[in-house]
């Protein structure tokens, strides 16, 4: 069966789009390369409840994979199979007594989340490798479950909502055990429930700091220092963007106040530049940055712990859309994003983005993006929803600019550093092939060095390697956006299996 619409990503973006189209009457295919919904702003342990933030996006969708009108993705209700709503119990249900008018109300609601949950497919698990055209419909090729199962869906129009990954900036010590991403340390204790350490170091810059340390500190880690390289007075640049943005004032306010309550030092226009250790982490070296990021001389401080939770930013997930020749944009940090008009389309045609591939800002303004993208694909349009896209991308864009790494940062690097941890490739190296043998983007730097040729392919190190290029980052460009059995690469890629 053809779907109207095929949506790559199950985070907010795209649990918004799929709820918003079968609402208007799309038939949707839903893929996830996760086993469960939400994303990594609504990741959960195995078992256990989807977030309450999540639920209102997924209540209306299917939890077997493959098999639509099973249940709700947040696991809230259950129908008996033949369209009559059964009883309902945990959040939101129902029992079936009561007034005859809340009867008749609930009566309809219930129909109304069948029909909807009917209309889509949530296929979970599902890596979707590449997109091709194939006459007036797009298909999907994806690697399916642990047993890498070759998939292939077809659909009319596409929706890319696939996300975003963390920028890591390279210093001395960052490959010792113990040194994790920011957004890694908080998707270990939401998805299993573990801390990295107990003692734990929170640096990088941007907003997600603020929530990664809130979130440590309240499961009982001891958070001495959270060190942001950026400067926060950057933001009063943008006053008209957070004047419109109130609540995002707020959050702020309350995360940096709970760190204050348990004894967090907040160490703005500050950098570790070193993390020291034998089997693992012992301790960090802060140090004072200039205005260009630059480590001041004799400003260097040992902070012991015994993790260190870093992350510079998130960079968009682009490989599926810049495969197919989707336009990009630079955004106001310096990473590349997808460029889309106001209905949420690409410039290929039939090709949808919603979310952080359009630029990171956050749930919410993925979940309005989503919401556009749907209406659009269904020919709507929402003029409330474009006003508060427009709210949130301007925060969005202030929030890049506060926060783009300065030039500067490369000086933390000595010869030794180890920039490609993949392939071993340190910084003397990148070094030696700029300035001794003339290279001058990254795609010389890799043939001359390697580095970006192992196991991540340039997702980790990518921008590093750029930077010390000379260059701001630019969009990845690969023919496979993920690992593939070579039996599915044997099959022509516009067939049907």
């Given at each position: 069966?053809?779907?109207?619409?095929?949506?790559?990503?199950?985070?907010?973006?795209?649990?918004?789009?799929?709820?918003?189209?079968?609402?208007?009457?799309?038939?949707?295919?839903?893929?996830?390369?996760?086993?469960?919904?939400?994303?990594?702003?609504?990741?959960?342990?195995?078992?256990?409840?989807?977030?309450?933030?999540?639920?209102?996006?997924?209540?209306?969708?299917?939890?077997?994979?493959?098999?639509?009108?099973?249940?709700?993705?947040?696991?809230?209700?259950?129908?008996?199979?033949?369209?009559?709503?059964?009883?309902?119990?945990?959040?939101?249900?129902?029992?079936?007594?009561?007034?005859?008018?809340?009867?008749?109300?609930?009566?309809?609601?219930?129909?109304?989340?069948?029909?909807?949950?009917?209309?889509?497919?949530?296929?979970?698990?599902?890596?979707v490798w590449t997109v091709v055209r194939d006459g007036d419909t797009w298909l999907l090729h994806a690697v399916a479950g642990a047993d890498e199962e070759p998939a292939v869906v077809r659909a009319r129009a596409v929706l890319l909502a696939t996300g975003a990954y963390e920028r890591q900036l390279p210093?001395?010590?960052?490959?010792?055990?113990?040194?994790?991403?920011?957004?890694?340390?908080?998707?270990?204790?939401?998805?299993?429930?573990?801390?990295?350490?107990?003692?734990?170091?929170?640096?990088?810059?941007?907003?997600?700091?603020?929530?990664?340390?809130?979130?440590?500190?309240?499961?009982?880690?001891?958070?001495?220092?959270?060190?942001?390289?950026?400067?926060?007075?950057?933001?009063?640049?943008?006053?008209?963007?957070?004047?419109?943005?109130?609540?995002?004032?707020?959050?702020?306010?309350?995360?940096?106040?709970?760190?204050?309550g348990r004894g967090t030092r907040l160490l703005t226009r500050h950098a570790v530049t070193a993390a020291h250790g034998t089997a693992r982490v012992e301790a960090v070296t802060v140090t004072r940055l200039d205005a260009d990021w630059r480590p001041v001389p004799g400003t260097g401080r040992r902070v012991?712990?015994?993790?260190?939770?870093?992350?510079?930013?998130?960079?968009?997930?682009?490989?599926?859309?810049?495969?197919?020749?989707?336009?990009?944009?630079?955004?106001?940090?310096?990473?590349?994003?997808?460029?889309?008009?106001?209905?949420?389309?690409t410039s290929v045609p039939g090709l949808w983005a919603a979310g952080e591939t359009c630029g990171v800002g956050g749930a919410e303004l993925a979940e309005t993006e989503g919401k556009i993208a749907a209406l659009s694909v269904a020919g709507r349009t929402g003029a409330a929803l474009a006003r508060r896209?427009?709210?949130?991308?301007?925060?969005?864009?202030?929030?890049?600019?506060?926060?783009?790494?300065?030039?500067?940062?490369?000086?933390?690097?000595?010869?030794?550093?180890?920039?490609?941890?993949?392939?071993?490739?340190?910084?003397?190296?990148?070094?030696?092939?700029?300035?001794?043998?003339?290279?001058?983007?990254?795609?010389?730097?890799?043939?001359?060095?390697?580095?970006?040729?192992?196991?991540?392919?340039?997702?980790?190190?990518?921008?590093?390697?750029?930077?010390?290029?000379?260059?701001?980052?630019?969009?990845?460009?690969?023919?496979?956006?993920?690992?593939?059995?070579?039996?599915?690469?044997?099959?022509?890629?516009?067939?049907?299996?």
């Open positions: 069966m053809t779907a109207d619409l095929a949506v790559v990503g199950a985070g907010p973006a795209g649990l918004a789009a799929a709820a918003t189209a079968a609402r208007l009457g799309l038939r949707v295919t839903l893929l996830d390369a996760a086993e469960r919904p939400g994303g990594q702003i609504h990741r959960h342990p195995a078992g256990g409840p989807v977030p309450r933030a999540a639920r209102r996006l997924t209540r209306r969708l299917p939890i077997a994979p493959g098999a639509p009108g099973t249940g709700h993705l947040d696991g809230t209700a259950t129908h008996d199979g033949a369209g009559t709503p059964g009883r309902h119990t945990g959040t939101g249900g129902h029992t079936a007594t009561g007034a005859p008018r809340d009867r008749d109300r609930d009566r309809d609601r219930d129909r109304d989340r069948d029909r909807d949950r009917d209309r889509v497919t949530y296929l979970p698990g599902h890596h210093f001395p010590g960052w490959t010792l055990p113990g040194v994790v991403g920011a957004g890694g340390a908080q998707a270990m204790l939401k998805g299993g429930l573990a801390l990295p350490g107990r003692r734990l170091v929170v640096a990088g810059s941007g907003p997600l700091l603020l929530a990664v340390a809130t979130t440590l500190a309240a499961a009982g880690a001891r958070v001495p220092a959270l060190v942001e390289a950026a400067d926060y007075t950057g933001y009063a640049r943008h006053a008209a963007a957070l004047a419109r943005n109130p609540a995002k004032l707020v959050q702020g306010a309350l995360h940096g106040g709970a760190l204050l012991p712990c015994d993790a260190l939770a870093v992350g510079h930013g998130l960079v968009p997930q682009l490989e599926l859309a810049t495969g197919l020749g989707c336009a990009t944009r630079r955004t106001p940090d310096g990473t590349p994003a997808l460029e889309v008009d106001a209905e949420q389309r896209r427009a709210r949130l991308r301007a925060f969005a864009d202030a929030m890049a600019a506060a926060h783009r790494p300065g030039p500067g940062w490369t000086d933390w690097l000595d010869g030794t550093t180890e920039v490609c941890r993949c392939e071993e490739v340190t910084a003397a190296t990148i070094r030696e092939a700029v300035d001794g043998l003339g290279a001058r983007d990254a795609r010389s730097v890799k043939l001359l060095t390697r580095a970006g040729m192992g196991w991540c392919q340039g997702r980790v190190c990518g921008p590093a390697v750029a930077r010390l290029a000379g260059h701001d980052p630019a969009p990845d460009r690969r023919p496979l956006s993920c690992p593939v059995p070579l039996s599915q690469l044997a099959q022509p890629p516009g067939a049907e299996r």
